[in-house]
């Protein structure tokens, strides 16, 4: 696509040129890009950021291994149950949300995937579209990153006007005939733009068509096509999830439109652009009432999209970054000969698969902590004691021991990451499982705490090493009350996920007992071992709450504002009352006032 094509046309239909990228009608593009949710790979949050949180307690070193950081992550958060159509609670404020979030690059991907077929560019080496974009980030865009959107948009144009079957995604009629350019601005743009277009817009869009001669090499039908599709991937309209609705609520909050309703259910649901049949929905006006949204939502998770936004959700919640523990986890063979470096991304694959099975089988909060359904194959079967000989390539789903595997803070995955290559982490464990499960805050670590070495003297137990290690008066208040005790009961596992009972430093038995904080208020209890932490945590209205808090902040793409506690509040107390599955939690999301107005900024 010419760089004439790019001014006149952006010119004609968005009223500005690239080197602003200011001022459509619906939003400018210097909108916030920075929702994350099911849009981008890694959540929210920096997930490497949220690494390094992991990483702030030092464990020194016992096997030149350097010194190993241990400590802090985050939490807290709480469910309820009852039927998916209760009433969502009323609360007296609603966080601002931005009114134009680009979609962020997960988001593109799939958006011109259902929109038009496309799922790799062929100029690209059949690369992901989002290959050339920038990384995701909040703000305006730079001339550079504008330029991504531009060179993709072409390449896509090409392509599917290049490909018959992809052309039909995108033109269902020839270019030659009189009204096939004006129905095709009239019914792609629709689905591009997720809403109907505005005759202002439809007028636009002819304009280009019109002068197709002046902007296209030879003003060919099929290349004046060509440059329409091109003016519809780059128009703000497309680029931005825009909610500009104006009508006010008597809270002063703008009601969604119901085109911007459908807009965030699909984006939220499936990370991705509305289908016929919610669009449909929206066109009719049926996106108004909660039950209406509710009848939609329970219909789209039924959809294998939603179980990559499962999947999302549950890789931010386990905080499963690239370049994270989940994927970098390296074991010493000859203490560990059933680990191998090929079973590390089959661990975290299994992880996720096992999060998905116990969604959409209609598990609940605790069956996350205590299903024994595993996911194993012939190189990782090893790892939970079982003959690889009984198993193929493929990840099969196979059911472990319940009184020592169970919930997925017993698979290897975690396990294996949440260790050394020689000896297991405590610390890590501990810190991990306290902040990020149960949901307790943890002060940070004082300052150097990541250089602490370990003292110069033998010790008979992992256990006795750490204690020692995190013995000092800095280090002690946190560590004893917060940090060790969950992990000294994980001890139950070696580095490698294997159950282990006699320690590998003597040999001596292994003591998973400890006096574990698993809610504030009741203070700590007595743990026995791996199975009765997972039980006790299963039953926590403090990792309940957790959960919550982790879904509200993913699904409405924002962290952890304090005005969105009475939504968290409200589905941890379904929770706590029982027979409150995952999916219950997804579709109540779509319940409250947050998903169905816009605060005013202020």
């Known amino acids: 696509m010419n760089t004439r094509v790019v001014i006149v046309g952006l010119s004609l239909v968005c009223g500005f040129v690239p080197a602003g990228c200011q001022g459509d009608s619906d939003g400018s593009m210097s909108g916030d890009g920075s929702g994350g949710s099911n849009g981008s790979d890694d959540g929210p949050e920096d997930e490497d950021d949220a690494e390094d949180d992991a990483d702030d307690e030092s464990e020194g070193t016992a096997d030149g291994e350097g010194s190993g950081s241990e400590a802090d992550e985050s939490g807290g958060d709480e469910e309820e149950e009852s039927d998916t159509s209760t009433q969502a609670p009323a609360c007296s404020e609603i966080p601002w949300t931005s009114q134009i979030p680009r979609l962020t690059n997960t988001q593109y991907n799939r958006t011109v995937r259902d929109l038009l077929g496309v799922t790799g560019l062929t100029a690209s080496n059949n690369a992901l579209p989002s290959i050339l974009l920038a990384t995701d980030q909040a703000g305006g865009l730079s001339t550079l990153g504008w330029s991504g959107y531009t060179t993709v948009a072409g390449m896509i144009s090409a392509q599917v006007m290049g490909d018959p079957t992809l052309r039909e995604n995108f033109i269902k009629c020839d270019p030659?005939?009189?009204?096939?350019?004006?129905?095709?601005?009239?019914e792609f743009g629709r689905r591009a733009f997720r809403r109907p277009l505005s005759e202002d817009e439809i007028e636009r869009f002819e304009e280009v068509v019109a002068k197709g001669a002046e902007i296209t090499p030879?003003?060919?039908?099929?290349?004046?096509?060509?440059?329409?599709?091109?003016?519809?991937?780059?128009?703000?309209?497309?680029?931005?999830?825009?909610?500009?609705?104006?009508?006010?609520?008597?809270s002063g909050n703008f009601v969604l439109s119901n085109h911007?309703?459908?807009?965030?259910?699909?984006?939220?649901?499936?990370?991705?652009?509305?289908?016929?049949?919610?669009?449909?929905a929206a066109d009719d006006g049926k996106l108004e009432t909660s039950a209406q949204i509710l009848a939609q939502a329970e219909r789209m998770l039924a959809d294998d999209r939603a179980r990559d936004m499962v999947v999302e959700f549950h890789r931010y919640y386990l905080m499963m970054g690239p370049g994270g523990r989940w994927d970098t986890a390296q074991k010493d063979t000859e203490l560990f000969p059933a680990f191998a470096p090929a079973q590390v991304p089959l661990m975290a694959e299994e992880t996720l698969r096992f999060f998905d099975e116990v969604t959409f089988s209609g598990g609940s909060f605790s069956d996350l902590l205590l299903s024994p359904v595993a996911f194993v194959n012939n190189v990782t079967a090893p790892l939970y004691d079982l003959d690889p000989?009984?198993?193929?390539?493929?990840?099969?789903?196979?059911?472990?021991?319940?009184?020592?595997?169970?919930?997925?803070?017993?698979?290897?995955?975690?396990?294996?990451?949440?260790?050394?290559?020689?000896?297991?982490?405590?610390?890590?464990?501990?810190?991990f499982?306290?902040?990020?499960?149960?949901?307790?805050?943890?002060?940070?670590?004082p300052p150097g705490a990541d250089q602490t070495m370990l003292p110069d003297e033998d010790f008979a137990t992992i256990r006795e090493m750490f204690e020692v290690l995190t013995s000092s008066d800095d280090c002690a208040s946190c560590h004893r009350a917060y940090i060790n005790p969950p992990g000294f009961v994980m001890e139950g596992f070696d580095a490698a996920g294997a159950i282990q009972t006699v320690d590998a430093l003597s040999g001596a038995p292994i003591d998973t007992e400890a006096e574990v904080l698993i809610d504030a208020v009741q203070g700590p209890v007595t743990v026995t071992d791996p199975a009765d932490l997972m039980q006790k945590i299963a039953e926590s209205p403090n990792a309940m709450r957790q959960y919550a808090k982790k879904w509200v902040g993913f699904a409405y793409e924002r962290e952890s504002d304090p005005l969105d506690a009475c939504v968290v509040d409200g589905l941890a107390d379904k929770m706590t009352a029982g027979g409150y599955t995952v999916l219950h939690l997804i579709t109540d999301l779509t319940q409250t006032e947050s998903f169905r107005v816009r605060a005013v900024e202020g």
């Open 218 to 250: 030879s003003g060919a039908p099929e290349e004046v096509a060509e440059a329409l599709l091109y003016m519809f991937l780059v128009s703000p309209s497309f680029l931005q999830r825009s909610e500009i609705s104006s009508d006010e609520d008597d």
């Open 260 to 280: 911007e309703v459908a807009s965030r259910l699909s984006y939220m649901l499936w990370g991705s652009t509305p289908d016929e049949i919610l669009l449909k």
């Open 433 to 445: 499982i306290t902040k990020e499960i149960i949901g307790i805050p943890i002060d940070p670590p």
């Open 176 to 186: 030659a005939e009189e009204t096939c350019l004006h129905d095709t601005i009239v």
């Open 389 to 431: 000989a009984d198993y193929g390539d493929a990840l099969e789903q196979v059911t472990l021991d319940p009184d020592e595997r169970p919930g997925f803070l017993t698979r290897a995955g975690f396990l294996n990451g949440y260790a050394h290559s020689t000896y297991t982490a405590p610390v890590l464990r501990g810190a």
